[in-house]
């Protein structure tokens, strides 16, 4: 079955960078499209971009815009995603989740979530 | 750029009664809309994807309807299970993923 495991909690200080993995299982890695999407605490759903897998091309939200990069590692069949210049309003959790063979899919498939705390 | 506003942001009802949730898009998105159910400390679950379609193993209760920019979740005859925060997504044009605020659905 389709798993995305994501990697554990993260506490950041202000100003620093954070990296989230996502490793895929179950499926053909480079055929799906990866999505991550934030969630503040109480709060909605926030796109933050997309990551082609096959060919590692992006597209990223303006709000994330020269903050967020991500990047994928075929070999191991898991994207990142790297945020950097944290501020307290980046805390929340960070979730990968699968699209479709082009961006404009919606998602079956859900990493559970990593929490990011930003704190001084 | 797309915007969804949900209606309403809070719903509360009895426990066996129908829930209506409404999504409205700012321009067509076509039937290019889902609906997901996401519960306290669990990623979202996708029920529905384009506009009408169920999304597996979802139970017969739920079903939705819409096209252009107007667009409507029911449950019929609510379950305990079912108390949940509802977003919907539009995946047309850009950006490729763009959510509604959401509606509570929470027991009266």
């Known amino acids: 079955q389709v798993q995305l495991v994501q990697s554990g909690a993260e506490v950041k200080m202000p100003g620093a960078s954070v990296r989230v993995s996502c490793k895929a299982s179950?499926?053909?890695?480079?055929?799906?499209?990866i999505h991550w999407v934030r969630q503040a605490p109480g709060q909605g759903l926030e796109w933050m971009g997309w990551?082609?897998?096959?060919?590692?091309?992006?597209d990223y939200a303006q709000n994330f815009q020269g903050r967020v990069t991500m990047t994928r590692d075929t070999s191991l069949s898991t994207t990142y995603m790297h945020l950097s210049r944290l501020a307290s309003d980046d805390t929340g959790l960070y979730y990968c989740?699968?699209?479709?063979?082009?961006?404009?899919?919606?998602?079956?498939?859900w990493g559970q979530g990593t929490l990011v705390t930003v704190s001084s | 750029e797309i915007v969804l506003t949900q209606s309403p942001a809070t719903l509360s009802v009895s426990p066996g009664e129908r829930a209506t949730l409404s999504c409205r898009a700012s321009?067509?998105?076509?039937?290019?809309l889902a609906w997901y159910q996401q519960k306290p400390g669990q990623a979202p679950r996708l029920l529905i994807y384009?506009?009408?379609n169920k999304a597996t193993d979802v139970p017969a209760r739920f079903s939705a309807s819409g096209s252009g920019t107007e667009f409507t979740l029911t449950i019929t005859s609510l379950q305990s299970d079912d108390f949940a925060v509802y977003y919907c997504?539009?995946?047309?044009?850009?950006?490729?993923?763009?959510f509604g605020q959401g509606t509570k659905v929470e027991i009266k």
């Open positions: 179950g499926y053909s890695f480079s055929d799906y499209y």
């Open positions: 997504q539009s995946y047309n044009n850009w950006p490729p993923w763009t």
């Open positions: 989740a699968r699209g479709g063979s082009s961006a404009w899919y919606p998602s079956e498939d």
């Open positions: 384009g506009a009408s």
């Open positions: 990551i082609n897998p096959d060919s590692g091309d992006t």
């Open positions: 321009q067509s998105v076509s039937s290019d």
